[in-house]
C-alpha cells in the first residue's frame, strides 16, 4: 500500500498522535535522532505540558518495544502486502497504546487512529487502519511464550536485535542480557552535577526541594543528584551555574584521572563539554593548572567554552577546534600529565535514553569504531608525561570499543599500563582486571566504560 499526503489536509491541526507518527516515520526512514525531533515538534507547536507528556510516552514507548510490537501486529497484516512507513508507526502506536496505556480505552484509540489517517491521506487507508485495530482488539494478541527459539524469544521480548541479544549472552550471559533488556525499558530518570565548588550536594538537594523537585543523592557519583521528574535546565541553580546536566556514569570519569591542581589536562573528544567542566573543578588558574578541550568542528567548542562560562570554570578551559588524530600538529611531545580520549563510540550504553540506537547499529560499525578509537589512542600517547594517565571511556558496553580496544592499544604500546580505576566501594564490583564497566542493569544509568592507563617510560 503506497499514499502520498493529501495536500489539502496539511494545514490541519496537528495532534500528539500525528506528531508521534510524523517523527516515527522521519526515525525510521532517515535515521533521524528521536530525541531532537521531540524537542523540535514541542516548540514548534507550542504543544502543552499534558500534550509534551502523551507525545513523549508514545515516541519512546514505541521506539523502546518497537519489534515486540511488530511481532504483536504480524498476525493482522499480510506478509506480501507493502505498507508506507507512516501507516505502519500509525498502527505500532495504536497497537502500544492498547497494550500498555490503561487510560485510553480502545474505542478512542482506533477514533484517533482512523482521524490521523484521513488527515494524512485517503478514505482508503484509514479504512484499512481501522479493520486492521478492529481485528486487533477482537482477536487480542498472541503470546511471546510461543517462540521456540530462546534467542528470537528474548529479542521481541525486550526489543532488541537478534545479533544483539546473541552478542550480548555470549560476552555476559543469557540472565544478565535479559536484566540489560528489561532495563532498556524503563523509563531514565534525570540526573545532574552539583558545581561543588560552589554548592555543596546537600545544599544543592534542599534548594531543589525548596523549588519543588522531587531530587534525592546519586548512589553512583558523590557528586550527583537525581530526579525522577522536572526539567533540571530551568532551574535557577542551572542558570547560575551551580548545577549541570550529566549522566551519573560520566561523572566518574574527572575522579578517574586523579587530577591535581597545576595539572595540564588534554580532553581530546571534549564536546559538549559535561566532563571537560568536571576535569576543570579540580584545576586552579593560580597554580598554572589548565584542560585543553579539542573538537573536529568549531560550533561545538563553541558550546564547550559556553559550559565552561555558564559553570565558571572558563579561566582553566581553552577550546581547541582540531581532530584529535592530527595532535601532532599542534602539541610537543610529553606536555600532558592527564590525557582523556573519551572516544567516539557506538552509544549502546544510551539505549535506555536513545532506543533508535539499537536498531540502527550494524556488527561492522564496532568493528570500524575501534579503529578510529586507537588512532586517537596511538595519536594522543606521545604528548602524555611519564608517569602520566591516559584515561580511555566510552558510552558504550561492547567488548570491541572496551576491553578490545585497551588490549589492542597496550599490545602496541608496551610502555603503558592498566591501573585500576578508583571508585567508591558500591562500585567495586564493576571493577575486572582493573576496567570499570557499568550496564544500565546494575544502577539505573547509561552504560559506561573507563579504563586508566599509566605511561612508564618513553
Known amino acids: 500500500m503506497e499514499t502520498n499526503q493529501n ?68 498476525a493482522f497484516l499480510s506478509k506480501d502486502k507493502k505498507i508506507d512507513s507512516w ?38 487507508v484509514s479504512k484499512f487502519i481501522n479493520g486492521v485495530l478492529r481485528n486487533a482488539e477482537r482477536k487480542g ?17 525486550v526489543s532488541m536485535p537478534k545479533w544483539l541479544i546473541e552478542k550480548f549472552v555470549e560476552e555476559i550471559g543469557f540472565k544478565e542480557t535479559k536484566k540489560l533488556g528489561e532495563a532498556l525499558l524503563i523509563p531514565s530518570h534525570s540526573s545532574a552535577r552539583v558545581n561543588v565548588p560552589f554548592l555543596t550536594v546537600a545544599e544543592a538537594l534542599e534548594a531543589m526541594q525548596e523549588e519543588g523537585f522531587d531530587v534525592r543523592p546519586s548512589k553512583v557519583s558523590p557528586v550527583g543528584i537525581i530526579s525522577n521528574g522536572g526539567h533540571f535546565a530551568s532551574s535557577p541553580l542551572f542558570q547560575s551555574g551551580q548545577l549541570t546536566i550529566q549522566d551519573e556514569s560520566s561523572m566518574l570519569v574527572a575522579p578517574s584521572m586523579q587530577i591535581e591542581s597545576h595539572h595540564q589536562v588534554l580532553d581530546a573528544c571534549a564536546a559538549p563539554g559535561g566532563k571537560t567542566t568536571h576535569i576543570a573543578s579540580y584545576l586552579s588558574a593560580e597554580a598554572g593548572g589548565k584542560v585543553t578541550a579539542l573538537d573536529l568542528h568549531a560550533h561545538k567548542v563553541k558550546l564547550i567554552q559556553d559550559n565552561a562560562k555558564r559553570l565558571h570554570v572558563d579561566k582553566v578551559v581553552e577550546g581547541r ?58 595519536n594522543v600517547a606521545p604528548k602524555l608525561k611519564v608517569d602520566g594517565l591516559l584515561v580511555y571511556s566510552t558510552c558504550t558496553i561492547t567488548a570491541e570499543e572496551n576491553q578490545g580496544t585497551v588490549e589492542a592499544f597496550l599490545k602496541n604500546h608496551p610502555n603503558f599500563e592498566k591501573v585500576s580505576v578508583a571508585v567508591e566501594e558500591n562500585l567495586s564490583a564493576n571493577i575486572k582486571d582493573d576496567l570499570l564497566q557499568i550496564y544500565p542493569q546494575d544502577f539505573g544509568t547509561d552504560g559506561f566504560f573507563i579504563s586508566c592507563l599509566k605511561k612508564k617510560s618513553k
Open 7 to 74: 495536500p489539502q489536509k496539511r494545514n490541519t491541526k496537528k495532534t500528539s498522535r500525528y506528531l508521534a507518527m510524523s517523527i516515527l516515520e522521519k526515525t525510521d526512514e532517515n535515521q533521524s535522532y528521536s530525541n531532537l525531533l521531540l524537542n523540535e515538534a514541542i516548540q514548534k507547536n507550542n504543544l502543552s505540558p499534558a500534550d509534551a507528556r502523551l507525545l513523549t510516552e508514545l515516541v519512546y514507548g514505541v521506539l523502546q518495544r518497537k519489534l515486540t510490537l511488530d511481532y504483536y501486529l504480524s
Open 87 to 124: 501507516v505502519r508507526n500509525l498502527l505500532r502506536l495504536s497497537i502500544y497504546q492498547m497494550i500498555y496505556l490503561d487510560k485510553i480505552p480502545a474505542h478512542a484509540i482506533l477514533f484517533e487512529a482512523v482521524e490521523v489517517a484521513k488527515k494524512k491521506s485517503h478514505i482508503g
Open 141 to 157: 494478541f498472541k503470546s511471546i511464550s510461543a517462540i521456540q527459539d530462546p534467542i528470537e524469544r528474548l529479542s521481541v521480548e
Open 321 to 378: 577546534t582540531l581532530d584529535a588524530r592530527k595532535v601532532d600538529e599542534v602539541f610537543e611531545d610529553e606536555v600532558f600529565d592527564r590525557i582523556l580520549v573519551d572516544a567516539p563510540c557506538s552509544g549502546l550504553g544510551l539505549m535506555r535514553r536513545k532506543p533508535d540506537i539499537k536498531y540502527t547499529k550494524q556488527p561492522k560499525d564496532l568493528l570500524q569504531l575501534q579503529k578510529i578509537q586507537l588512532a586517537i589512542l596511538t
